[in-house]
């Protein structure tokens, strides 16, 4: 396994997701490095690389540009104002550490330009969201991402439709749904040994919980309208509020924000979950959607109840309970607070075994492999 230089609109410590799963098992066999979106300094002088250590991951090196600014904001891969800086102090930071043609692994089409100056064995593209879709997406992105899609080495998509979108562009491409740690949620399942958290204590049963990035893709007039059928179900929102005005969100006495948890701590919450929510919007935003706490729900054994996202269905139809509607949704919530289903658990077992991330990379590991086998036999047969 190479070193890989992994390019990421996604903060290494924000919500623990596909990309650090996966690179963290990556890091286990050679090192890694992170590259962040720029942090605009108002008290920089001069632009340089800031380097941190991942916490709890050996191998995993952080890197992010700091840019002068005089007044903070947003900054991301490709931004004419920064991008020639950070490919050149990158550049310098990799010759420096014998980071000798990489894997370059992109999650965004706005990092093109790094492909261009950074010499690599092999381009990855692993597509885990249809990032045009989102709010605030620059306007060049879906114009960057075929170019990226095509010259691509190998594409690798978080989900069926995804895959059905980015097929067309590349012959190498390769769907592998998003995984999960059986053995880290599988903890709060039945018999558990979790004590309430403390910012649940006063939060009574029966508890209905979502976890994740609370956004644009937020049903937020379901959420309400939960609220309003059944003011004695609780629901708990865990995550950060991301792209939307906090002020939006639905207030009543029994919903509760209880802000961002980090991975350690998600276990110890889902323990007191009795029904685990997808509340999503079915809108453009979540139309390629293929939520990983899917698989971490079911870990727990928790009833499931989604709105009718495409790849829940086709991937987990057998399990999750779907509302098309707000008053189905609720319906299939009151049904779950009543259901036990050996037959459902048997089922998950089969699924859990499927989507583990350790069988993924190992996938993800035999296919890199193979592509690089290919191209030095390519190059060979060239010179």
């Known amino acids: 396994m190479e070193d890989i230089v992994c390019i990421s609109h996604l903060r290494w410590n924000f919500v623990w997701q596909r990309p650090q799963h996966l690179l963290s098992r990556f890091a286990h066999h050679n090192r890694v490095v992170i590259v962040e979106e720029p942090v605009a300094d ?4 001069e632009p340089y690389l800031e380097i941190l250590k991942a916490e709890k991951t050996t191998n995993v090196t952080i890197v992010r540009l700091v840019y ?19 490919n050149e102090l990158l550049n310098n930071y990799l010759n420096k550490n014998d980071y000798e043609r990489p894997i370059l692994w992109m999650y965004t089409p706005m990092g093109l330009e790094f492909a261009d100056t950074i010499e690599h064995d092999l381009l990855v593209y692993d597509v885990m969201d249809q990032l045009a879709a989102f709010k605030g ?13 095509r010259s691509a080495d190998i594409v690798f998509t978080g989900g069926m439709s995804l895959y059905r979108d980015k097929q067309s562009y590349n012959s190498q491409t390769h769907l592998f749904p998003s995984g999960v740690e059986t053995e880290h949620f599988a903890a709060a399942g039945p018999g558990h040994n ?15 919980g979502y976890y994740g990035v609370i956004d644009e893709r937020m049903d937020l007039e379901l959420l309400a309208a939960i609220s309003q059928a059944h003011p004695d179900w609780q629901l708990v929102m865990l995550g ?18 209880l802000g961002l948890k980090n991975y350690e701590q998600l276990p ?4 007191f979950f009795d029904v685990a929510l997808i509340p999503f919007a079915i809108n453009e935003s979540t139309r390629f959607l293929s939520p990983t706490k899917t698989l971490e729900y079911m870990a727990a054994h ?10 829940v269905i086709e991937l987990y139809g ?5 509302g098309h509607s707000h008053h189905e949704f609720i319906g299939q919530v009151q049904d779950s607070l009543h259901e036990f289903s050996q037959a459902r658990r048997e089922k998950e077992k089969e699924l859990l075994a499927t989507y583990s991330w350790d069988s993924i990379t190992t996938r993800m590991l035999q296919l890199i492999a193979e592509s690089t086998r290919s191209l030095t036999l390519v190059e060979s047969s060239t010179n």
């Open 42 to 45: 108002i008290e920089a002088i």
């Open 68 to 86: 002068p600014s005089a007044q903070p904001r947003w900054i991301g891969h490709g931004d004419p104002a920064t991008q020639r800086v950070y």
């Open 137 to 149: 997406a620059p306007a060049d992105l879906q114009e960057r991402e075929k170019t990226l899609l």
């Open 194 to 208: 979790f004590e309430k958290p403390t910012d649940l204590q006063n939060i009574s049963s029966p508890i209905l």
């Open 240 to 257: 950060p509020v991301v792209k939307i005005d906090p002020t939006d969100l639905p207030q009543a006495p029994n919903i509760h924000y």
């Open 268 to 271: 110890g919450y889902l323990a």
């Open 302 to 311: 928790k009833p499931i109840v989604s709105t009718p996202i495409s790849d």
């Open 318 to 322: 057998e399990v999750v309970r779907v």
